[in-house]
């Protein structure tokens, strides 16, 4: 199964991109750019030597086309003509969404949010590609790009999810749950994603507040979910 990572030269998409390559994914990392996601990939390869990355780059609609399961990490203001551009390609398949709302799309600070008429990023991302059949979920929301970094640790975080898909969050927690520490949880449908998006910008501010980069959430005392 190929992963592409659509807008995965920032921090955040090379993030989930090296963490999942070097867990043994096939990954692609698109890019406006097929040259920058190229060059982005051979320095992701020369500072990850140690592994051996199964990473491709291409531009983001060939690695939209090229991937079976898409993860979009692209800043809110990209999210619409970014998902426009890679629309054809997406029918049927997993879209995983990164997008957080934050205030600093509209020249705020990150530890706000900014509302949608759509209720969230993810469900924005569903709008923009109903009819497609593609299968829309909120995830990686609130794992930091740091911890992504933090090269071998591991992330001490839960990720939730959320979205419309049973079968396909099932596919999203096996793909996510490759990544050592990292624990998928299930919180539901797709509307969710309105809370989900919500707790990064407090995130953020709890890292400002306590000058740490990595801070995350754990969900704890739900018993169905403590049997690893
Ligand atoms: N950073 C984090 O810790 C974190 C945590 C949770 C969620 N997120 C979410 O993940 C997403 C990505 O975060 P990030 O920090 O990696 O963002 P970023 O560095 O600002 O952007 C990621 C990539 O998006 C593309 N991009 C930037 N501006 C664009 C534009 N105007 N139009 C089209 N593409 C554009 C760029 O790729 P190309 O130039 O190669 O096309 C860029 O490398 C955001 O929505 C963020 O809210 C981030």
């Known amino acids: 199964m190929k992963v592409s990572v659509i807008g995965g030269t920032g921090p955040q998409g090379l993030g989930i991109a090296e963490r999942l390559a070097i867990a043994g994914v096939e990954v692609i990392v698109g890019s406006r750019k097929e040259e920058k996601a190229l060059d982005v990939v051979a320095k992701a390869k020369e500072d990850l030597a140690d592994y051996d990355l199964n990473m491709v780059g291409m531009a983001n609609e060939d690695a939209a086309k090229e991937g079976d399961v898409l993860i979009l990490t692209v800043p809110l203001a990209a999210q619409k003509p970014t998902v426009e551009g890679i629309k054809e390609f997406c029918k049927d398949k997993i879209v995983m969404d990164a997008t957080v709302p934050l205030e600093t799309a509209i020249g705020g600070k990150p530890f706000r949010f900014v509302d949608l008429m759509e209720g969230s990023a993810a469900e924005r991302t569903a709008k923009i590609l109903e009819g497609t059949g593609a299968k829309v979920i909120c995830a990686f929301c609130n794992i930091s790009n740091s911890h992504l970094a ?16 049973a079968e396909a969050k099932a596919t999203a927690a096996e793909i996510i749950d490759k990544i050592p520490g990292i624990k998928t949880i299930d919180t539901g449908i797709l509307e969710k994603a309105r809370i989900i998006e919500k707790i990064t910008p407090l995130l953020i501010g709890l890292n400002i507040k306590y000058k740490s980069h990595y801070g995350g959430l754990r969900i704890t005392g739900i018993p169905a979910l403590d049997k690893d």
Do not use: F, H, R, Y
């Open 150 to 165: 933090n090269i071998p640790e591991e992330i001490d975080c839960d990720c939730l999810i959320a979205g419309d898909d």
